[in-house]
């Protein structure tokens, strides 16, 4: 059926490598994501996939065959662009049908059936004879979809089809891509730089960077278990604290702040002397000073001031610094919970548990340790 393979795909412009050896392989019926900063590499893979742009080396395999050559018309598959290029004068039902146009082996009945059953699919269908300058942006994208559908392809390739929706629309429109393609069960790859759509959408995500496939894995495997730092920084949000220094006597040292290592942190962090230490936001125990014990504070507590408060309503997000350093180094950002309330200015002691902590490599980014899951913590839902 619909499964992708791209063998060390590399896409050059002149001098610019757009794409670089990406090996990836799409299971049949997949929802994988691609995703990373503007001008990673994403679209140029998708428009390698769609046949809009040929490999510079490389294999490309849609069900089995090869591709490198092969026109879109002959791919099987059906794209979804950030603009819906609907053709204004027509009507909805004319723009779906158009989704048909090439497509051999129907009849006249057949196609108008096709397009009422996508209609209905899409919920649309009391708005077939309107024209798309009728239609509100989540209904102009819902029709580019029909558009897509009506042709029952292979393979779905969708480049940042929610991008021109408001915010409330697009979260709508997730939850119902979502459901579309599970439906349809149809292979499906969605470009995007979001980082919140790849983690609600994709049953795998693919992070690029740099043209460079950084990591292939299912959401939560990317959350908890980077393989570097880019990942551990592009996956996550409020994106996760990194504090750069070395490796001391006893662990780690930024030159204000001193992390003891226990015995899993120690043996895993190898003999790498340049570390990057990272810590999610919302693993930060966060806590007012005078709570804290006469004896003062353990090996995993930190003294620190409120500098900027940010009320989410549910949780709030606090950036904190050292308490000593006037000079911001260090500052890192935690969550709190909504009804805990922290003022600027305010001492706080954090905790931060050793099984939280992520390391890396400070010379490679590579990800030396990442946080501990328990086994009763296994990532299935
Ligand atoms: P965005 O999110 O901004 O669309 P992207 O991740 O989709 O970015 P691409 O559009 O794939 O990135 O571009 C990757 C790199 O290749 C960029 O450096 C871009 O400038 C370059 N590039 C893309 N298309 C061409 C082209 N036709 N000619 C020359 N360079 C190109």
Redesign the pocket.
């Known amino acids: 059926m619909g499964r992708i393979q791209l063998d060390h795909l590399t896409k050059r ?2 001098e ?1 490598v ?2 670089e050896d990406v090996t990836l392989d799409v299971e049949d019926s997949e929802f994988l994501v691609l995703v ?1 900063p ?8 998708l428009r390698m996939v769609a046949g809009l742009e040929t490999p510079t080396s490389g294999d490309l395999y849609i069900a089995g065959d090869h591709m490198n050559y092969r026109v879109p018309q002959n791919r099987d598959i059906a794209m979804v662009f950030q603009d819906y290029a609907l053709y204004p004068h027509m009507t909805v039902r004319e723009n779906i049908r158009f989704g048909l146009e090439e497509e051999a082996g129907y009849t006249d009945s057949e196609r108008d059936e096709r397009v009422a059953d996508v209609a209905e699919t899409l919920g649309i269908d009391d708005l077939l004879d309107r024209k798309p300058g009728e239609l509100s942006g989540g209904q102009q994208q819902r029709v580019a979809l029909g558009r897509a559908i009506v042709r029952d392809p292979e393979v779905f390739l969708m480049d940042e089809p929610l991008a021109n929706l408001d915010a409330k629309l697009r979260t709508q429109m997730r939850t119902e891509l979502q459901r579309l393609q599970a439906d349809l069960d149809v292979t499906t790859v969605y ?1 995007t ?1 979001n980082q919140t759509e790849a983690m609600t959408m994709g049953d795998r995500i693919a992070v ?1 960077d740099g ?1 460079r496939l950084q990591q292939v894995g299912e959401p939560l495997e990317l959350y908890h278990e980077p393989a570097n730092q880019f990942v551990a920084g592009f996956i996550g949000e409020p994106m996760m604290n990194f504090l750069h220094g070395r490796r001391s006597e006893t662990g780690f040292d930024s030159g204000h702040i001193e992390y003891p290592f226990d015995e899993r942190l120690e043996r895993t962090v190898g003999d790498a002397d340049e570390l990057v230490f990272g810590v999610r936001p919302e693993a930060i125990d966060v806590r007012r000073a005078d709570e804290t014990s006469a004896e003062g504070l353990g090996p995993y507590e930190f003294r620190m001031t409120v500098t900027v408060t940010e009320t989410h309503g549910d949780q709030n997000v606090v950036s904190l610094t050292h308490a000593d350093d006037a000079a911001d180094h260090d500052a890192v950002r935690a969550v709190t919970d909504g009804m805990q309330i922290v003022a600027v200015g305010e001492s706080v002691v954090i905790t931060i548990d050793p099984e939280t902590v992520h390391l890396f490599d400070g010379e490679t980014g590579d990800a030396l340790c990442n946080r501990r899951l328990e086994t009763t913590q296994e990532l299935t839902i």
């Open positions: 412009f002149g610019t757009a794409v990373g503007s001008g990673c590499g994403k679209s140029t893979t470009v730089h690029l043209g």
